[in-house]
């Protein structure tokens, strides 16, 4: 997550931007305000660019705050909108309750827990990935027909081919489908139309592994461990420790890769 401590950046901009349109402000008409906003169903009326300048760099600054809030609010980190509103209160009227020194404390803090919590949450997470995965391996190894290779690779043949087995310096062309063990799909060829090339050497072990034991014509279903998959890299699509799933066509072997 990214320094919280650029709100009081940010702050200290929107309030010498404000402080600068503190000259005094023509007044209006109360009947004409309430007409405009009658008509328009507007609550401010903008009466020059510089108006317009002044709100965008409220809502600005607002929706990157209220982010800032929801962020930590996400991890269990309660962050009260009373008091982020009560020091930007204090700020605009030039006495606020806390030093320069001890906000610059607090932030640090706050960026500190947000990094642990999140830490924490990442290896707990990876942690129950990978017993789940286990667990899924494990029953299914009891299926009929799965095999299990000395690296831990598990396979199924769906559809046994007649056709050529691939080396790992093959490049090879195959449909794929890949999920993870509850069923989310992250990837899939058959969904983009078209079929996937690829140098077999340059995949994840498992991949290099499987493929090989395929002959041209034939669907396998992998179920790869994680230390043949991704390992403890975490994706937006594929947790950490993450089992994967793949059912995988072997169309063609279509040459070797210059060594």
Avoid at 216 to 221: I, L, Q, R
Wanted: aromatic share 6%.
């Amino acid at each position: 997550m990214k320094s919280l401590f650029k709100v009081s950046l940010l702050a200290a901009t929107v309030m010498l931007a404000v402080g600068c349109q503190k000259e005094e402000t023509p007044k209006v008409d109360p009947a004409a305000e309430q007409q405009v906003q009658a008509e328009t169903g507007k609550t401010v009326h903008f009466k020059t660019d510089d108006d317009k300048a002044a709100y965008a760099i409220g809502v600005s600054f607002a929706n990157y705050l209220s982010t800032s809030i929801e962020k930590p609010g996400e991890l269990g980190i309660e962050l009260k909108k009373d008091l982020v509103l009560k020091g930007i209160e204090h700020a605009f009227a030039g006495n606020p309750e806390l030093t320069e020194d001890e906000i610059r404390a607090a932030l640090e803090g706050l960026d500190q827990r947000v990094a642990q919590t999140m830490q924490q949450q990442a290896e707990e997470k990876a942690t129950a990935a990978k017993a789940e995965g286990d667990t899924f391996r494990a029953e299914f190894e009891k299926q009929e027909g799965v095999k299990k290779t000395d690296s831990g690779l598990l396979y199924q043949a769906l559809t046994d081919g007649s056709g050529a087995q691939p080396k790992d310096t093959d490049t090879v062309e195959v449909h794929y489908k890949g999920t993870l063990i509850d069923g989310t799909q992250f990837d899939s060829s058959y969904d983009r139309g078209q079929s996937a090339t690829f140098p077999l050497n340059r995949v994840i072990p498992g991949w290099t592994e499987g493929v090989q034991l395929m002959n041209v014509g034939s669907k396998y279903k992998f179920v790869i461990p994680p230390e043949l998959a991704y390992g403890e890299q975490d994706t937006p699509t594929i947790p950490a420790n993450s089992t994967l799933v793949f059912e995988v066509e072997l169309l063609n072997i279509e040459a070797e890769t210059a060594q």
